[in-house]
């Protein structure tokens, strides 16, 4: 019997067009072929407002995408050292969703950038916003794979030129792999007591 792939997603976190994050993952999904990677957009969802009376369509499209996901990879820039204004209000929209479908997911951080620290403070401020209530996000500890001056880092077929940077996403990445594995049945336990609990409040 075929072993099931491990189903993941990644999280473009910027509205713009061309965008050296997009081009990691993209890397990422060709690179790592053992597990199925869908890559999700941003560009288009609506700034995130309460006074909506119903969820955006492509935000419930996501939603659903990630209920059923293994696990999800998020890109990230960094602008004024933090995330871009369009990937928070996504998590705003999530957190804000009923079904909470970032809650208890396995969720590993990634980031390309122009300067020379890589995306350092837009992963510790993303990190910290995944954690908050409304998401509860099983973020991976540690392997913080961030990538400095992207406008040379890659070729132009898009694929990243130096070893040493690829053997490290290679082992960044193996660990969020394990770290999936073991937290699905963790995950499913805890959503499977939240189910539980709430059903005896009713």
């Given amino acids: ?10 999280l473009v976190g910027t509205n713009a067009n061309f965008s050296y994050n997009r081009k990691l993952l993209w890397f990422m999904k060709d690179l ?7 890559i999700l957009e ?4 609506p700034l995130f407002s309460e006074d909506e009376p119903e969820l955006p369509a492509g935000i419930s499209a996501m939603t659903e995408q990630l209920m059923g996901a293994d696990g999800l990879i998020i890109a990230t820039p960094e602008y004024d050292h ?13 957190s804000w969703e009923s079904s909470h479908p970032l809650k208890e997911l396995p969720i590993m951080i990634v980031g390309a950038s122009l300067g020379k620290l890589g995306t350092v403070y837009a992963q510790e401020n993303l990190r910290t916003i995944l954690q908050s209530p409304g998401l509860e996000a099983m973020v991976m500890p540690g392997h913080q794979f961030m990538l400095s001056e992207a406008k040379t880092a890659f070729d132009a077929n898009g ?7 690829i053997k490290f996403l290679e082992s960044s990445f193996g660990a969020f792999v394990d770290f999936v594995s073991v937290m699905g049945p963790v ?3 805890l959503l499977s007591l939240d189910a539980l609990a709430g059903a005896s409040e009713e």
């Fill in 187 to 189: 995950r499913q336990e």
């Fill in 82 to 94: 933090a995330v871009p204004a369009a990937l928070k209000s996504v998590l705003e929209w999530l």
């Fill in 32 to 38: 790592f072929p053992f597990v199925e990677i869908e």
């Fill in 159 to 165: 694929n990243l030129v130096d070893a040493k940077t």
């Fill in 1 to 10: 019997m075929e072993n099931k792939k491990m189903k993941l997603l990644g």
């Fill in 42 to 45: 941003i560009a288009g969802l």
